[in-house]
């Protein structure tokens, strides 16, 4: 026959387990209020992480947003510093961070050493449950046994290190690595923007100072160019009358000395005769010089230019040099362009003078200018059938003094070309030529519309 249960010891048996129910319900409960206290940081972590604009705000931001909060005792964020292969400590939380965004005694870890740099290098999270047992842990501050160590990545590559201590042993669990790898996950785009805007703005910076620089030396050179030119100005004026003078003295008192004394020799009266066709070079070369100072200041007019005045009025002035030399000068049909009237006529009687000059001896001097429109341009020719020049002299004879012959065989200045291309530039356009040897040149210039 069964004997029945004693009422207290049903009693005792219910009592227990209502006691591990509760006991389990709350910590049940205590792991949920853990959870959730978790997942608030992460929420207000990454509601003060969108606010953040530089490197430095973010990395602050995870010791005090995040890790503080969360309630460890210590932490170190690292940024790597890949030109020098180098962990450096840029935010701290706990004993490191005494005040402020101060880390004290800061020290840098070199890729691959400590249990940081072994992270750093291998991309991959690490718990130490006691560091003691663990030769690669580094000594900062104070020795702790527990410490967890998660990288910041982009991608494969690590940017950085998240790295916590702990005085317990086995005091970081799974859950503090997944809370970790989050806040880093989050934390990395953030950094790489950031870093992306500050190389924009110091790259912005660069690009303002030194244009600001180059403004600078390009003032001071325009200063100086313009006091060179004004001074070459002076120099020139001053050359062109003060010594021509004196050029005409000597060359009044050489004739008036071959003219008087009866018993020169030929001799002597050849060197007179080489005396004073120097001084009329001499003349002509500072005649030359003051109308190429002048060509800048003094074509600063344009209007509309009627073509066949120019070509006209070119022709007028230079009837006796065409008669001369028995050249034919031809003027294509030309539309009207926009110019300086004296520049343009200075222009066109330099080219037309200098292809009749240069003519072949076996041959008439003949000259064609033709004119052609282009897109934004009117492209001028003037071609003739002269002795023409070799390639390697193209750039030459547009510079001052470019002389490609002796004063006996072609007079001249060797001015020329030098007043012709600053007229051309002047009215915004280009000047070159194309020739050979004994079979003429032409010479073009572009006269923008």
């Known amino acids: ?179 970790l790898e989050t806040i880093a996950a989050m934390a990395s785009s953030k950094i790489l923007y950031a870093r992306t805007a500050e190389q924009l ?52 008192f050489l004739q008036l000395i071959k003219r008087r004394e009866e018993k020169l020799s030929e001799e002597s009266t050849e060197y007179i005769n080489f005396a004073v066709d120097g001084a009329h070079r001499m003349k002509k070369l500072l005649d030359g010089l003051l109308l190429y100072s002048k060509v800048g200041k003094r074509h600063d007019h344009f209007e509309m230019l009627n073509p066949i005045m120019i070509s006209r009025t070119t022709q007028s002035n230079l009837s006796r040099l065409i008669e001369e030399k028995r050249a034919s000068v031809h003027f294509g049909n030309m539309q009207p362009f926009r110019g300086n009237e004296a520049g343009i006529l200075q222009l066109f009687q330099n080219l037309t003078a200098n292809a009749i000059k240069f003519h072949h001896p076996d041959r008439r001097p003949t000259v064609s200018v033709l004119q052609t429109e282009e897109e934004n341009h009117f492209r001028f020719e003037f071609r003739d059938n002269g002795i023409g020049m070799e390639e390697v002299f193209f750039e030459k004879v547009f510079q001052l003094f470019g002389r490609l012959h002796t004063i006996r065989d072609y007079q001249g200045s060797g001015l020329g070309l030098s007043i012709c291309k600053s007229i051309v530039e002047n009215h915004g356009g280009e000047i070159w030529l194309e020739s050979e040897l004994d079979q003429g040149t032409s010479v073009f210039f572009t006269i923008k519309k």
């Not at 069964?2 to 389990?24: A, C, E, G, Y």
């Not at 990395?59 to 909060?69: F, G, L, M, N, P």
């Not at 790259?203 to 313009?226: A, N, P, V």
């Open 1 to 179: 026959m069964k004997r029945p249960q004693h009422p207290r010891i049903h009693m005792d048996q219910l009592d227990q387990q209502r006691t591990r129910d509760l006991d389990q319900l709350r910590m049940e409960y205590r792991l949920l209020s853990e959870k959730e206290k978790r997942l608030r940081v992460i929420h207000d972590f990454a509601i003060v992480l969108l606010q953040q604009r530089t490197v430095d705000d973010i990395v602050w931001s995870i010791a005090r947003h995040a890790i503080a909060k969360l309630g460890f005792v210590d932490c170190v964020i690292y940024l790597m510093d890949e030109e020098q292969n180098l962990l450096v400590q840029k935010a701290a939380h706990g004993p490191k961070n005494p005040e402020k965004l101060d880390i004290m005694n800061p020290i840098t870890i070199p890729l691959g050493k400590g249990i940081v740099g072994t992270v750093a290098e291998k991309g991959k999270p690490e718990i130490i449950g006691d560091t003691s047992q663990d030769p690669r842990y580094i000594l900062d501050d104070v020795f702790r046994y527990s410490e967890i160590a998660v990288p910041i990545k982009d991608g494969n590559r690590v940017i950085g290190v998240i790295d916590s201590e702990h005085p317990q042993k086995h005091f970081f669990t799974d859950e503090h690595l997944h809370l």
């Open 201 to 252: 703005v110091r790259h912005k910076d660069g690009l303002e100072q030194e244009i600001e620089e180059k403004t600078t030396e390009l003032k001071q050179m325009i200063s100086h160019l313009q006091k060179s030119n004004s001074d070459l100005e002076r120099f020139i004026y001053a050359a062109s009358h003060d010594l021509a003078e004196p050029l005409r003295t000597i060359s009044n």
